[in-house]
């Protein structure tokens, strides 16, 4: 037996032949960066958000930096940020000039929450930057009613959505990576800013190339932060399949479910009106290393996420809270291990998967048993 943790590419097969042709047009075109493939993808991309903006950048990174500058967050400025997250969504926070301030999240759906957001609160806190993690929208719109700008960092939800609501489009601004392995991943980097704040859009717009409008005049110090064509018109490819891949993605975590997973591992808590993206499959267990060994012994890709959090990263020493003041990143930190996840996982593998779980949970002297929730 052989599952991996991702299978990005068996998705691609059909659509190949497509993707080289639209490569070649480009080529043959010879305009390679904000082009027609760029303004199509943009325009493509806000209409499936439900969004009135798109503004296609770099990657997933810049799109964050640029977006919080677009929002007015300025040097001296507070961003609350999970601490449970991948590194990117606190470092473009200073890379924007501000301070990340670190909040929790809640152990069940590993997003923050307006109560742990509130607890970070000062006078100078600026933004609220919400992370969907994993593919799991956060609950934006109760963050938002906290009355502060708020950024969704949606680099893992592409289809994901909350009340019918498109992920990426629930707040003020929204970001997406569109990194390789992404539910929507390019051929390369590339990244992508959204909003319906006509000023918003404006300045963001101006950001990415390096703060002018014309290309002339220069009003602000900027970025080179552009998508290019290429990626563009795979990624116009590739959009009409996004749903059907997460219908793939949902259909595999509902396998997981009726294969009886919640007997051997904690499995992430769905929010009330969240249809998530499930770009990662992550569980928890107090042995999490050890079933990770186990998994593989038994041919079964697994692997933790962010096992140091983000305030220990020595990057983040000056932003770092108190030790004990993160108890649920402390704990997700150390229990976290994401299982096979693609939109290709069959019912088959998703059962091969909890009977190696079983497995090993009847081979352990002391036996992994379920943590309690
Ligand atoms: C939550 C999150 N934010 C931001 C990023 C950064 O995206 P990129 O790698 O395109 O810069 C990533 C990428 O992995 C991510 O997972």
């Not at 004990?324 to 996982?345: F, I, Q």
């Amino acid at each position: 037996m052989s599952i991996p943790l991702f299978d990005t590419d068996t998705p691609l097969n059909p659509l190949r032949d497509r993707i080289r042709d639209r490569v070649v047009e480009v080529l043959e075109r010879g305009v390679y960066v904000l082009g027609p493939e760029v303004r199509a993808f943009e325009s493509e991309f806000a209409a499936y958000l439900g969004a009135r903006h798109v503004i296609g950048v770099g990657n997933g990174t810049d799109a964050i930096t640029i977006a919080l500058r677009s929002l007015g967050v300025r040097s001296g400025d507070e961003v609350v940020v999970p601490s449970f997250t991948f590194y990117a969504s606190a470092e473009a926070i200073v890379n924007a000039g501000a301070r990340p301030v670190f909040c929790d999240v809640d152990p069940a759906t590993r997003n923050i929450t307006p109560d742990t957001v509130r607890a970070v609160l000062t006078p100078a806190t600026k933004a609220v930057l919400a992370v969907d993690l994993f593919g799991c929208p956060a609950p934006v719109p109760e963050i938002r009613e906290l009355g502060l700008p708020v950024l969704e960092d949606a680099a893992q939800a592409a289809g994901a959505e909350l009340n019918g609501a498109r992920a990426g489009a629930l707040a003020d601004v929204g970001t997406f990576s569109f990194y390789p392995s992404k539910n929507l991943g390019a051929f390369g980097d590339g990244g992508a800013i959204v909003t319906d704040d006509d000023d918003v859009a404006d300045l963001a717009r101006s950001l990415r190339f390096h703060g002018s409008r014309d290309k002339r005049t220069f009003e602000f110090v900027g970025y080179n932060s552009r998508l290019d064509e290429v990626q563009a018109a795979i990624l116009r490819v590739m959009l009409p399949e996004l749903d059907g891949w997460c219908e793939g993605r949902r259909a595999a975590a509902r396998a997981y479910a009726q294969a009886g997973i919640e007997e051997y591992v904690t499995p992430p808590r769905v929010p009330a009106h969240a249809s998530p993206a499930w770009h990662l499959y992550v569980v928890t267990h107090p042995h999490a290393e050890e079933l990770i060994a186990g998994l593989r012994e038994r041919g079964v890709s697994a692997r933790a996420y962010y096992r140091t959090p983000l305030p220990e990263q020595s990057a983040m020493a000056p932003y770092a809270a108190g030790p004990g003041s993160l108890p649920a990143t402390d704990e997700l930190s150390r229990t976290n291990l994401a299982l096979p996840m693609s939109p290709v996982l069959s019912p088959e593998q998703a059962a091969d998967v909890v009977a190696a779980l079983a497995a090993i949970s009847a081979s352990a002297r002391s036996g992994p048993r379920r943590q309690p929730v």
